[in-house]
């Protein structure tokens, strides 16, 4: 297997990570500090990625459309929060899960009705859709920029949340809510800016991750999964733990996905390698997941002492 | 005193439902509406899957996320058996059954060591593991799923007449229910109440809370892959977005529209939700939008569900 190979599937699973961890990072806060499951998260992952869509057509400026992306995204974050999400944090997680599971349905249908049933266009901007040569490997400049954009992000939601003030109450509310209230930091607006934050990187997930995968109704859904997944490794409320675990399973569905095939080649007989390999690499983080909740039963990071 | 937890049989409101139900294909018939008859049966056979899930959430406190993972495995079962040459419904059912307890055992055994949210989520990724192997197994179709050229046979009658397959399916769902009322009212049941309401003290009293509640899993996991056989027998075919965590979804609305924690609940929700669904696909593709609007104002305004309410005006 050539190293150029190697180099490139590292790359791709390194940008699903980062992705993964932009909706993640959301996810695991609203989780953390509100003690909510919040289905609709990629709901408003989709939405970031119609608008960005809608916007760059326009425009035809792709920076406008994710600038627009966020903060059309963000607002339907706040108005979300303010309008039912407030209603459910003292109610059982299965409230939770069946109210936002119904925000899923509402969402979709009326991306559908506005947008339609089709998957829609949007293109990359011009200037980075060919190859850059990155020591010797061929690898598009897109993905590039979709790295450089996630590890930034990554590195201003970390200074927010470890270097400012109110990064510091959303520290405070997720390892202890209730003593946070009690030493006078205001909750209530503390979980909708966290909610808009959550919504907004979300937006940038969609919005960046449009021209790679298909802009559609129910884009959300399965990398809704995915996030989840991440933030359940990664120790529910911790940023940490979910940038370790975004990346962790970026790498590891990326890599089965494009080695487990081969390396079942050399192990078994053709017929059951086609088969196995890729049933085995669709599962493997899965896998991970379930082994993880096993032997660490609240993840590898988990925010509450 | 009155024992709060014993579920009565109610002898004539049971018979009447009953009778109703015994009746509809012959109403159908004097419509001419025959269509009606396998709607009716695949509002029977997901009676008995959201029942079995009822009996997780609504009474053992376990939120299941991945329900839809037992059913694939007991219709998977079945269409995977047919072909092979087992043509009758007295063997194919039975290992659709046992398929879907199997798995359960696995999933359960890992997923119950867990508690709260990170049981949603292990069942949830447990189901996606099943959802993702069926997707890529060519052996059992892929994207496309699997088909099959006729219904099992079940002995004298014949269930390609498609009345025969709805009484066979009426059938398992009440038998599925009185067992589920006969195993409530045991002292299992009362166990399982004590352990949805208080785990800890009753594993303190001394209860075998791990093992009842894996029992239990167990038996709700057989009845959903039952289902899943079923469900393969009637329409002949099976895919993998019967697994879709979605579905899962769908199978906990029934749950709670219907009433968790009530005999009838996952019945009633089951059909409920597929009356109103075939009522409203025919007036607009946008029906998901009222399942989800209904659905909100049913988790915000009555948690109780549709046995809740009927209950309060009693």
């Known amino acids: 297997m050539p190293l150029s190979l190697i180099a490139e599937q590292l790359l791709n699973g390194l940008q699903l990570g980062l992705m993964l961890f932009l909706l993640a990072a959301g996810l695991t806060l609203v989780f953390g500090i509100m003690d909510t499951i919040n289905l609709a998260h990629g709901s408003l992952y989709m939405i970031g990625a119609y608008i960005a869509a809608s916007v760059i057509e326009a425009s035809g400026s792709f920076l406008l459309g994710i600038a627009a992306a966020i903060a059309g995204t963000a607002l339907v974050g706040v108005a979300l929060e303010m309008a039912l999400l407030r209603r459910l944090y003292q109610r059982s997680h299965l409230s939770q899960v069946l109210a936002t599971f119904a925000v899923i349905l509402i969402a979709n249908e009326i991306v559908r009705m506005i947008w339609g049933s089709q998957p829609i266009l949007l293109n990359m901007p011009s200037a980075l859709s060919g190859p850059v040569e990155l020591l010797g490997l061929r690898y598009p400049a897109y993905r590039l920029v979709v790295i450089g954009v996630g590890l930034m992000t990554a590195i201003l939601l970390y200074l927010l949340v470890n270097r400012t003030r109110a990064g510091m109450w959303v520290r405070a509310g997720a390892s202890d809510r209730e003593m946070a209230e009690v030493m006078g930091v205001d909750t209530r607006r503390l979980f909708t800016l966290v909610f808009a934050i959550g919504a907004a990187l979300a937006a940038v997930a969609g919005a960046l991750l449009g021209p790679l995968l298909a802009v559609q109704v129910g884009m959300g859904d399965n990398i809704l999964i995915l996030a989840f997944v991440v933030i359940t490794i990664g120790g529910i409320g911790s940023i940490r733990g979910a940038l370790l675990a975004s990346l962790l399973v970026g790498l590891l569905d990326t890599a089965g996905r494009a080695f487990l095939p081969y390396l079942f080649r050399q192990m078994f007989p053709a017929v059951i390698a086609a088969e196995a390999g890729p049933a085995v690499a669709s599962m493997l983080i899965y896998v991970l997941m379930a082994a993880v909740l096993y032997f660490r039963p609240t993840g590898l990071f988990p925010a509450r002492g | ?314």
């Open chain 2, 1 to 314: 005193m009155r024992n709060t937890l014993y579920i009565p049989l109610q002898p004539w409101p049971t018979l009447g439902v009953v009778a109703v139900l015994a009746l509809l294909p012959l109403a159908a018939a004097t419509l001419g509406q025959p269509f009606y008859v396998v709607f009716a049966t695949r509002v029977l056979i997901y009676a008995l899957i959201a029942t079995s899930l009822n009996l997780l959430i609504g009474y053992g406190g376990m939120v299941s996320f991945g329900h839809a993972a037992f059913v694939g495995a007991g219709a998977y079962t079945v269409a995977m058996l047919m072909p092979a040459g087992v043509a009758s419904a007295w063997l194919l059912w039975p290992a659709a059954l046992l398929a879907g307890a199997g798995f359960a055992f696995l999933v359960g055994a890992v997923s119950l060591r867990t508690r709260g949210v990170y049981f949603i989520m292990i069942t949830l990724a447990f189901a996606q593991m099943a959802y993702y192997l069926v997707l890529s197994l060519r052996v059992l179709g892929s994207d496309d799923g699997l088909t099959l050229g006729n219904r099992p046979s079940l002995g004298l009658v014949d269930l390609n007449r498609d009345t025969t397959f709805y009484y066979a399916a009426l059938a398992v769902l009440l038998a599925a229910l009185a067992g589920m009322r006969a195993l409530l009212n045991a002292p299992l049941g009362r166990a399982l109440h004590g352990i949805r309401d208080n785990e800890t003290r009753m594993e303190a009293i001394g209860f075998a809370t791990y093992r009842l509640k894996l029992l239990v899993f167990v038996i709700a996991g057989a009845a959903a892959g039952l289902g899943g056989g079923l469900l393969v027998s009637l329409n002949g075919l099976v895919g993998p977005n019967l697994l879709n965590w979605t579905q899962s979804g769908v199978l906990m609305i029934m749950v709670i529209l219907g009433g968790a924690g009530r005999l009838l609940g996952g019945a009633l929700g089951a059909v409920l939700l597929l009356v109103v669904e075939e009522a409203i696909a025919e007036h607009t593709i946008h029906w998901p939008l009222v399942i989800g609007v209904v659905l909100l104002a049913v988790v915000l305004f009555a948690p109780q569900g549709l046995s809740g309410l009927m209950r309060r005006r009693a």
